[in-house]
């Protein structure tokens, strides 16, 4: 029944902002954190941002004072300025989470929003 929407990518030229979206949605006790991948073409998947419950963040050094990532329960965002077409790719929110189905900690994973740079 748990389930995670992403949305908010699309296509911007370099120097642009974007704001990514992703509600967990369903029978979930708790969310222990949530956060951002991404993954291009021929790339693996990365960690871009995460967050935990209490708030701690964390972000690949690629990205580091150009996005940031904030949660309001069960819904977090990402906001990404000054956009680069090395930031180009298929962008996935994540959650950690324990369900009531399930009653133990577990990966969820929204369906993936494109995110295209250009130059």
């Known amino acids: 029944q748990v389930q995670l929407v992403d949305s908010g990518g699309g296509l911007v030229q370099a120097g642009g902002s974007l704001r990514l979206s992703c509600t967990a949605s369903g029978s979930i006790i708790s969310i222990l954190a949530m956060g951002w991948y991404r993954q291009a073409p021929g790339k693996q998947r990365e960690l871009v941002a995460g967050?935990?419950?209490?708030?701690d963040t964390r972000y690949a050094e690629s990205v580091k004072g150009r996005f940031t990532i904030s949660r309001d329960r069960n819904t977090v965002s990402l906001q990404m300025n000054s956009l680069e077409p090395e930031d180009t790719a298929v962008y996935y929110c994540?959650?950690?989470?324990?369900?009531?189905?399930?009653?133990?900690?577990?990966?969820?994973w929204g369906q993936g929003t494109q995110v295209t740079v250009s130059s």
């Open positions: 967050i935990s419950s209490g708030g």
């Open positions: 994540n959650a950690n989470l324990m369900s009531v189905a399930t009653t133990r900690w577990g990966d969820y």
